[in-house]
């Protein structure tokens, strides 16, 4: 049996060690175009701001990879067929099973002028996203980055730590509506500004300019502003990296059955480039891992009927760290610590709670699942809340209850 | 821009790193095998070089303690924990032995214990002194260091109270991260550490036999002074501290202490670990860079495992630097465990 892998990100090398763990004897080859190892990619901004080494970034020692057998291959896939794929147009592997663990890219906007730009405007989800960011730092005095999500504000703080001027365009009225209410946006929002970010909400670019050498220049926004910049990030947004792929159906990304089939039979797909029954592709570490595993025990021949559970995720916004659990409802308990960038929301419906927002202070989200599943009500959820508290010793935030 | 390339060339085995450790190393080979530093202490006021070395270890600990204090000012773990450290090499490594030495008393150090203070279980020393100290002594390494051991893990010691581990978590912090964290230096740190806690066991009841018989053996005498030459010497001070900038600030702790070796065994079997939330952890690797154990703690993490690890001294920089608030430090009990998954209401019933 030969089990071939397209990308080592963590859905990819989530799959390749649950199928070694079952499969002692199997030929298992990932596939990565990216680099020669799996890294961790939320781990890029702390190598922007050198607190990792590159190597760091390396979940996993690198003789593992030959203790468990797993066969590493550097390239691009270019095409795919029934029982072949071909790197970089000229080599063929076959294999016998095949996961498309592709992962995202960053989408693209069409701003007036972004075509003429040569050097100077980055993404930040990729290895070489990272050195092109290195390479631009140094000569970058001014930069501007567009996008109100999670990476943006990433590649802000990493920016910032350089002591490089960042002008933060969002689009929104308030830092991340997406996720966040209100008064989370703000509290963010002015936390960001005590770091010295400038942070404009409600502006979009519509052109952007380039010098005669091609360095972007600056930006211009839907207000009529001019922003200088040696810099531009783009973090609108990432969507599924399917653009290669041919011979099996995608939609929006690679639709795949809720045991991650795909179109084409002996291939699966799984993480951020598959799409699931109902339209749904989940895009965040925790779903590509969780995917990744179950993947792979379909391939070993296992049923799996793939339900996405109850929503979580997490984020660090410079230091406020923050936890979500769950979905938003028509009502909501918040609660702000005073003067402090720590904050509690619990959102209820129909006198259940159904989700959690929480900035500031650390919580075990296993606790707030169950509540939701038992359908707590929000006075029994406050009056134990403290009993979900994560934060360290000595360093426990008295809850709204107390 | 400038600064951040000095940072950077100083926490990364840089020119400037390589020049401070040959000063570290070259002022312990002074302090240690010459007098040189006699005549300074002296010219300042101090009695010897020894309290001249103190004073400028516990400068150390204070200045580069209101560094770490300032750094992780919103922990209050790291908060508590280093202005401990700071008062107890102020008062018990530092000022109270100096003021029993004023007062003709025996210069005692409360805040070491054997088998990190080898005299301290040596018969022909510690029957010398007043019973007090006798009895400090031989509880303190009998009872005291086990039992907090089991309640609180090797950490209530090796950093919260050691000298040692006061320096490297104040001082040394620049330098943290460049423990090594490959399994193969996890092999030979079991080997080694263990060997050395073998040794100073041996060497001890060796002694404790020479002085039950009253014989004394030369060879001994040549085995006691070759311990406090390569491992007191040489290991904790030259090795330990000297390679700070090159190695990371616990390889004395990591590779030869004979009390964290002791406190590791206590541990295995105590309360305390690293809880790991479930599914939370992105494998970034920031808490197994900053261990300054080099435990990979990021293999735990991501595999769902709250563990222990003989090694782990509970400094707390890993549940500090997660980004995602992964890991948590605690006694554990296993009652309270079993109960954690089953959350008990206690307020009125559901509709």
């Known amino acids: 049996m030969h089990y071939v892998i397209i990308g080592n990100g963590v859905a990819g090398i989530t799959a390749a060690f649950t199928l070694r763990d079952r499969d002692p004897h199997a030929r298992i080859a990932i596939i990565s175009g990216e680099s020669d ?25 690198r003789k593992s990879y030959d203790a468990k057998k797993i066969e ?3 390239g691009w896939v270019t095409n795919l067929d029934a029982g072949i794929v071909t790197l970089n147009g000229v080599r063929k592997i076959h294999y016998d099973k095949l996961l498309l663990a592709t992962g995202s890219v960053p989408i693209q906007p069409n701003w007036l002028g972004l075509e003429s730009v040569r050097t100077g405007a980055v993404n930040f989800v ?12 140094p000569t970058t005095r001014r930069a501007v980055v567009a996008g109100g999500g999670l990476i943006g504000v990433e590649l802000v703080e990493c920016l910032t730590h350089h002591g490089i001027e960042v002008d933060f365009l969002v689009r929104d009225s308030w830092y991340w509506p997406m996720a966040l209410a209100k008064e989370e946006g703000e509290i963010i929002a002015a936390h960001m500004r005590r770091h010295g970010v400038k942070l404009h909400l409600n502006h979009e670019i519509t052109q952007v300019t380039a010098d005669a050498k091609g360095r972007v220049e600056a930006v211009k926004t839907s207000q009529n502003i001019e922003f200088p910049c040696q810099m531009l990030g783009i973090c609108i947004g990432v969507r599924p990296a399917i653009d290669w792929i041919r011979g099996v159906t995608t939609a929006r990304g690679i639709q795949v059955t809720n045991s991650f089939q795909t179109s084409l039979p002996n291939v699966w797909a799984a993480g951020d480039c598959a799409e699931l029954p109902n339209a749904q592709i989940e895009q965040i570490w925790y779903s590509a891992k969780r995917q990744g595993e179950l993947a792979a025990k379909a391939m070993l021949g296992d049923t799996v009927n793939y339900q996405a559970p109850l929503f979580y995720n997490s984020a660090k916004f410079f230091d406020i760290e923050y936890t979500t659990v769950g979905a938003a409802a028509s009502e909501s308990f918040f609660h702000q610590v005073p003067g402090k ?3 509690f929301r619990i959102m209820h419906e129909n006198g259940a709670v159904t989700g959690f927002n929480m900035l500031g202070s650390r919580w075990d989200h296993t606790y707030f699942e169950n509540w939701i599943h038992e359908r707590r009500t929000l006075k029994e959820v406050l009056a134990n809340l403290h009993q979900a508290q994560f934060d360290v010793e000595f360093g426990r935030i008295p809850t709204p209850h107390d | 821009m400038i600064k951040n390339r000095l940072l950077h060339d100083v926490k990364n085995r840089g020119i400037s790193a390589w020049f401070l450790s040959a000063v570290f190393t070259a002022f312990y080979l002074v302090l240690y095998f010459t007098e040189r530093l006699t005549p300074i202490a002296q010219a300042i006021g101090l009695d010897s070089k020894w309290t001249l070395y ?17 750094k992780y000012k919103h922990n209050r773990y790291q908060v508590i924990r280093t202005v401990t450290v700071i008062v107890i090499q102020a008062t018990f490594a530092f000022s109270i032995p100096l003021l029993l030495k004023f007062f003709q008393q025996p210069e005692y150090y409360f805040s070491y214990f054997w088998p990190l203070k080898m005299e301290y279980l040596t018969p022909s020393y510690i029957f010398s002194l007043p019973l007090p100290f006798i009895i400090y002594s031989i509880l303190g390494s009998a009872l005291l260091v086990p039992i907090l051991g089991v309640f609180f893990g090797k950490r209530w010691y090796c950093s919260w109270v050691c000298g040692c581990g006061g320096l490297a978590n104040t001082f040394g912090e620049p330098w943290r991260h460049l423990s090594d964290k490959s399994t193969t230096s996890w092999k030979i740190e079991k080997v080694t550490v263990h060997a050395v806690l073998g040794i100073t066991i041996l060497l001890t009841v060796l002694l404790f036999i020479s002085y039950g018989t009253g014989n004394t053996y030369r060879q001994l005498a040549n085995f006691q002074t070759l311990y406090g030459l390569i491992v007191s010497s040489i290991l904790a001070g030259v090795v330990g501290v000297g390679l700070y900038p090159l190695g990371g600030t616990r390889i004395w702790c990591r590779f030869a202490c004979p009390m964290a070796a002791l406190l590791g065994l206590v541990q295995k079997i105590g309360r305390y670990r690293i809880k790991v939330k479930e599914n939370m952890c992105i494998s970034c690797g920031l808490c197994s860079k900053y261990c300054e154990m080099g435990i990979d703690v990021r293999a735990y993490a991501q595999a769902n495992k709250s563990f222990t690890r003989a090694s782990c001294v509970g400094c707390g920089i890993c549940a500090e630097v997660c980004p995602r608030g992964v890991l948590k430090l605690e006694n554990f009990s296993p009652p309270a465990a079993t109960k954690a998954k089953l959350v008990q209401i206690k307020t009125a019933p559901r509709g």
């Open chain 1, 37 to 61: 190892y799996f890294i961790s990619r939320t781990a890029l901004m702390y190598a922007f701001m050198d607190r990792l080494n590159l190597r760091d970034l390396e979940p996993f020692e």
């Open chain 1, 72 to 74: 590493r291959i550097r």
């Open chain 1, 126 to 137: 990729s290895l070489q996203h990272l050195e092109a960011c290195e390479q631009l730092a």
């Open chain 1, 341 to 343: 960038d720590i904050s």
């Open chain 2, 54 to 70: 103190g004073a400028l270890y516990t400068l150390a600990v204070t200045a580069g303690g209101i560094h770490v204090i300032r």
